[in-house]
């Protein structure tokens, strides 16, 4: 059975999209009894926010991993500003029946796991060996935005498509220009001195924008 909202929030699909949706949506929210669990998946559920992709992107990068952050930080640009345009432009109405007040953010796709799924995937194309972990951690943070009653089923789906596909396409176009962008990295080598440090922000940027341009154009 179908269940839809009023029409003046349904600009494209802003209703369940079926029976499954509803049911598995609210099966996974009857599983939270408000215990340890609740807790233990707000941290992971913040694991996928955008605050800590920009913590663990600036943390890949001073450790050392820089081809892997400034890639990753190329594919998390790109991954939010086409979620926040889906997010308009379907405009999907947060659930209101999971017991939580809904956020004024339209609820299609959810960007946590699109920010979980995008990460696993880029970490795993480079790092094969971490592949099991990160898909396991992406698929809690998407099942966490359910649990926590804060996303529809098919929101944490849309959001993990989006994800590795945006992912998988820009680390294809990485893998043509690698060469290219493992200079970038490498240069200039790591800051030894406190001004060198001062300057890494830009460093950064001007890196980014490097990558950026190679892969537009990795000839």
């Known amino acids: 059975m179908l269940l839809f909202l009023p029409p003046v929030h349904l600009p494209i ?13 609210h099966f996974i929210r009857g599983l939270n009894n408000g215990g340890f669990l609740n807790t233990l998946f707000w941290w992971i559920t913040f694991t996928g926010s955008f605050t800590f992709m920009v913590l663990i992107t600036i943390a890949l990068y001073l450790a050392g991993a820089r ?8 594919i998390f640009i790109i991954t939010n500003a ?5 997010k308009y432009a379907i405009a999907r109405p947060r659930p209101s029946d999971l017991g939580v007040k809904p956020e004024a953010e339209p ?3 959810s960007a946590h796991t699109a920010n979980a799924f995008a990460f696993a995937t880029t970490l795993s194309s480079y790092h094969r060996k971490f592949t099991v972990a990160m898909f396991a951690w992406a698929l809690l943070v998407g099942f966490s935005r359910i649990y926590l009653g804060l996303h529809y089923f098919t ?7 989006l994800g590795i596909v945006v992912s998988l396409v820009v680390t294809r176009a990485a893998k043509r220009a690698d060469e290219k962008i493992t200079r970038i990295a490498s240069t200039p080598p790591p800051p030894t001195t406190w001004q060198g440090v001062v300057k890494l922000p830009i460093v950064f940027i001007l890196q980014l924008l490097n990558v950026a341009y190679a892969l ?3 000839a």
Do not use: H, Q, R, W
């Open 67 to 74: 081809k892997e952050a400034l890639v990753f930080a190329v």
């Open 13 to 25: 699909a802003s209703a369940y999209l079926g029976g499954f949706d509803y049911d598995a949506t």
């Open 107 to 109: 609820s299609f796709p």
């Open 216 to 218: 537009i154009k990795p």
């Open 82 to 86: 086409v979620g926040f345009g889906l």
């Open 155 to 161: 929101d944490v789906i849309g959001g993990a498509i």
